[in-house]
Each structure stands twice: as C-alpha cells, then as structure tokens.
C-alpha cells in the first residue's frame, strides 16, 4: 500500500518471522569430544609442559649416567585422553613402569614405551649380555634402573610446585594387549608424550601417565607458588634448578627451595670437585646399585699399650693424632674415599664432604 500502512498478508509473515527465534549450542562442546571440564585449557598444558620439561631434564642426566651415553627427555606435550583411548592407542605391546605418589599429591603415576624400545634400553643397562627378547630378566633389570629415574621426576615435580611428594618403589609390567596396560585410576588421564633421544640408538616416544586430578592438584600447587615454577619468570624473578647432582656444590647466597624446617648450618666455601668420566668399556654398575656398603666417620687414630689400655675407666682422656679442626676421614669398607668436617644437624652429628681424595692418592694409600 502506498499510503505506508501493511496488509494483513505482510503483518502475517513478520510474525512468522519473530518466531524463528536462531537456536544455539550450549553444550560447552568445540566438536572435539574433549569433554568440557575434562579436558586442559591451553594455560593449564603450558603450565604442566613447563613443570614436567624440568622433571625430565634431570631424569634424563640420570638415565645418561646409568647408561653411560647421552640421555635427553624433550618436548613434552600433554592431552587429556580417555583410559580406554590411550589403552587402544598404547597398550599393545608396551612396557609400563609405574609407581604410587603420596604426599600432597596422590595416585599412580605411569611410564609407558613400546616393548622393543623397552628392550633395547634393558640391553644397555645389562652391558650387552641380553638377548634383546622381552624376558623377566629384561623387565627386572628396567624396573631396577627406571626406579632411580622416576623417583627423580617426582621428587623434581615436588620441587617445582613446592611440595614434599614422595613415591613408591618402581614396578613393571608388560602388556601384549590393549586391556593388559597398568594405568592410572580414573576415566579421564592425562598423557605427556616425550621424545627420549639416547646416543646409539635414536629418538623414539614414552608416554608419561597420570590421572586428571593429580594433574590438577599438580596445578592448583602451582599456581600458588607462581614464582618458584617455570624456567622464565616474567617478573624477573630468578628460578633455581635444583637437582641430586648439584646439592652440594651450591653458590653461596642461592638457597634450596625447601617447604620444611630450615637447618642452621653455616655456609662454606668448596673447593670444585671434579667428576671423572666413565672409562671407556667398562661394565654397566646398575646391576650393583642395590649392594650395601659400610661408611665409616674417622675422628682420629691412636697406638696403645696392652697395660695402659687394660688402664682405661670412665673419665679416661686418650690423644688422637688429629689435631684440632683437622677434617675428619671419610672411609667406605675400610678405604679412604674422603675428608670432610662436622657439623650439627638439629640435635644429631653429620659430616660435610670437602674433599674427595684423587684416585692417585687411594692407591698410595693402598700401598702402605
């Protein structure tokens, strides 16, 4: 009409319009099927990546030492993935190394790679005697040389997010199919893939394994320490990387991160130890990590007479031929390893390594 009013017809078909209400998704779902609150936000995955770059970067020095070649743990990514994805994806064919964390964080914790990788690392650490099969000789030898590695990751996870987290001895198990793989509980997991790059034998993938929620307590520990995680602090915070090998040989002014009571001790300046290298061919020493030895601490020495010993009663002083503030004597089955001074921790005594006597010097001693 021109006089700009509407027709029945025209008012009929805006109201068919109004009703045409668009509709929206409000299931929180992006159409990848990770599964809303299951899955990890790209700051969470930052977060973990930084945390377990660190664990692993001296998981891998350790591994490297019983090996005896170059170790490295590189670019991990973590993704939240059902148990039974990652049981399909991983299980058939697979070593799992697993150990239980308690403490301030819980549950199981996994260390997943293919059996022929698994038996190549066994073949190493049993100085090329093995048949290179997956046998129970294999695992029990992975389960004791991964033992030491895994403990470090989780102490070095501690260490990151400030928190005493402790861990059971390693088992291992061996899975030919999909439903024989160890994991943790819980529906959703979280798995951080890794590159393992060993000298002599190449790169290939290990899946590090945990629960969702140890994740996120992981996390929540994290983010209240903010200053003490991560490699780059973006306040221009300095970050420590403390490490077993490195415990001693600390710069003066740089302390230990340490949730617990602080010990008084002074500070001493040490003189740098070196470290000798492995000598070429020699025997893999993991099969003889679990045998104990006897270490003595040596005050001094003396030489009696039968008479003046039979002598001695309570009160009884006797001369040693230490003088004082001379370092005590460091002995291991009877051999001198080192010297060191005493110290008082808390009520008990200890001993502070400052010297480790040369290779050289144990043989002369030997020889007298």
């Known amino acids: 009409m021109g006089d700009g009013s509407l027709s029945q017809d025209e008012i009929d078909a805006l109201l068919q319009g109004a009703d045409e209400t668009p509709s929206y998704d409000t299931s929180g779902s992006s159409g990848g099927g990770g599964g809303g609150g299951d899955d990890l936000s790209p700051l969470d995955k930052d977060a973990l990546t930084e945390i377990l770059t660190a664990a692993f970067a001296t998981a891998g020095g350790m591994l490297g030492t019983l090996l005896s070649k170059s170790v490295k743990f590189a670019n991990p990514v973590p993704e939240a993935k059902s148990a039974a994805d990652i049981s399909t994806e991983i299980g058939a064919g697979s070593v799992c190394l697993f150990s239980t964390l308690s403490g ?7 260390l997943v790679m293919s059996m022929e990788n698994g038996s190549k690392i066994a073949h190493l650490l049993m100085g090329g005697l093995s048949t290179g099969a997956m046998e129970t000789a294999q695992l029990e030898t992975l389960k004791q040389g991964f033992t030491s590695v895994i403990g470090n990751v989780t102490v070095q996870i501690g260490v990151k997010v400030s928190a005493p987290i402790s861990g059971s001895p390693v088992d291992v198990s061996s899975s030919k199919s999909s439903r024989d793989l160890i994991l943790p509980d819980g529906k959703t997991l979280i798995r951080t893939t890794l590159n393992l790059n060993i000298d002599g034998i190449g790169a290939f993938k290990v ?20 200053n003490r995680t991560g490699y780059g602090d973006s306040n221009g915070g300095m970050n420590v990387n403390v490490s077993p090998t490195n415990f001693g040989n600390q710069s003066a002014g740089i302390g230990m991160v340490n949730s617990g009571p602080q010990i008084g001790i002074k500070g001493v300046s040490f003189p740098s130890l070196s470290t ?11 099969l003889l990590m679990d045998v104990q030895m006897s270490l003595t601490v040596e005050l001094g020495r003396t030489k009696m007479y039968i008479k ?13 031929d230490k003088l004082a503030g001379e370092p005590v004597d460091l002995l291991v089955n009877g051999k001198l390893i080192a010297k060191g001074e005493v110290v008082v921790i808390d009520e008990n005594f200890g001993v502070r390594v400052t010297d480790i006597v040369s290779p050289t010097d144990r043989i002369k001693n030997e020889s007298k």
């Not at 301030?104 to 996994?110: F, H, I, L, S």
């Not at 000798?276 to 993991?286: D, F, Q, V, Y």
């Open 276 to 286: 000798a290298g492995a000598p070429s061919g020699a025997t893999n020493l993991n």
């Open 207 to 226: 899946h590090y394994i945990i629960s969702k929620s140890m994740a996120d307590e992981i996390l929540a520990l994290s983010r209240r320490t903010p």
């Open 104 to 110: 301030t964080v819980n549950g199981r914790a996994c």
């Open 308 to 320: 003046d010993i039979l002598g001695l009663g309570e009160g009884s002083i006797i001369e040693l």
